[in-house]
């Protein structure tokens, strides 16, 4: 990652903004965290994964989500539901187990490529 950094220090003058560097930490092909093919999800620790999330843990949390969603699209009078950054997906399975027909196109905005393969 250091030469990309350093490349891109140089190309903006000599000052990197943060929300740049974020991007090439996480994003950057190949090299940034949600960019390559390493596990980052499961049940910690012994799984080899970096990190566990509510969804993982249990479907309760996408159970309990659902409710509020479901207000959500009562409200809104849509039935379209959009999840950015969607991991591996277990959060989208859980709501829409729960929320059913309610639900007509559910879609995902992931802008890691091994993740949106996954």
Do not use: H
């Not at 996480?26 to 999800?41: H, I, M, Q, T, V």
């Not at 009078?77 to 929320?99: C, K, N, P």
């Amino acid at each position: 990652m250091g030469p990309v950094l350093e490349r891109a220090i140089a190309g903006s003058g000599g000052w990197l903004a943060f929300d740049r560097y974020m991007a090439l930490a996480l994003y950057e092909p190949g090299l940034g965290y949600y960019a390559n093919d390493s596990r980052k999800f499961g049940a910690m620790p012994d799984s080899g994964s970096d990190f566990v999330t509510a969804p993982e843990l249990s479907p309760l949390f996408g159970q309990t989500l659902a409710t509020q969603v479901s207000q959500a699209l009562e409200s809104t009078a849509t039935r379209e539901v959009w999840e950015f950054g969607a991991g591996s997906g277990v959060l989208a399975l859980q709501l829409l187990d729960a929320l059913g027909d309610q639900v007509a196109r559910y879609s995902i905005v992931e802008l890691s490529c091994a993740l949106r393969e996954r």
